[in-house]
């Protein structure tokens, strides 16, 4: 629809240019066609807008990236998200795990 209009603005100064200069020679009606289509494009490239440039689609954001979290990993917030991982420890806190198992200290164990 935009082309339609704009090549129909464009073809009405091409025609009122003609039309002006009918009766001269065709070096005049050359220049008053050019100066119309000149003309007739540009008042129909603004009202069709198709020099004006659309507006880019911005992709979705992430939570992380919409409110990211502050303090680099000290928040309440990122403790619950990490918190199955830590299993309820902060970081970089959580006990090694034991090399011989978690009743490594049973007294009833046999050595």
Same mark, same amino acid.
């Given at each position: %629809?935009?082309? #339609?209009? &704009?090549?129909?603005?464009?073809?009405? +100064?091409?025609?009122? /240019? &003609?039309?002006? #200069?009918?009766?001269? *020679?065709?070096?005049?009606?050359?220049? %008053?066609?050019?100066? +119309?289509?000149? &003309?007739?494009?540009?008042? +129909? /490239?603004?009202?069709?807008?198709? /020099?004006?440039?659309?507006?880019?689609? =911005? =992709?979705?954001? $992430?939570?992380?990236?919409?409110?990211?979290?502050? /303090?680099? +990993?000290?928040?309440?917030?990122?403790? #619950?998200?990490?918190?199955? =991982?830590?299993?309820? !420890?902060?970081? &970089? $806190?959580?006990?090694?795990?034991?090399? !011989?198992?978690? =009743? %490594?200290? *049973? #007294?009833?164990?046999?050595?």
């Amino acid at each position: %629809m935009r082309k #339609a209009i &704009f090549l129909f603005f464009l073809l009405l +100064g091409v025609g009122a /240019g &003609f039309l002006l #200069a009918r009766s001269e *020679d065709w070096g005049v009606r050359i220049v %008053m066609m050019a100066v +119309g289509a000149l &003309f007739g494009g540009a008042i +129909g /490239g603004g009202l069709s807008q198709i /020099g004006k440039q659309q507006p880019r689609r =911005r =992709r979705l954001l $992430t939570e992380e990236e919409v409110e990211p979290i502050p /303090g680099g +990993g000290g928040s309440g917030r990122d403790l #619950a998200v990490n918190y199955w =991982r830590d299993e309820g !420890h902060l970081p &970089f $806190t959580k006990p090694p795990r034991p090399e !011989h198992g978690t =009743r %490594m200290l *049973d #007294a009833d164990k046999n050595v």
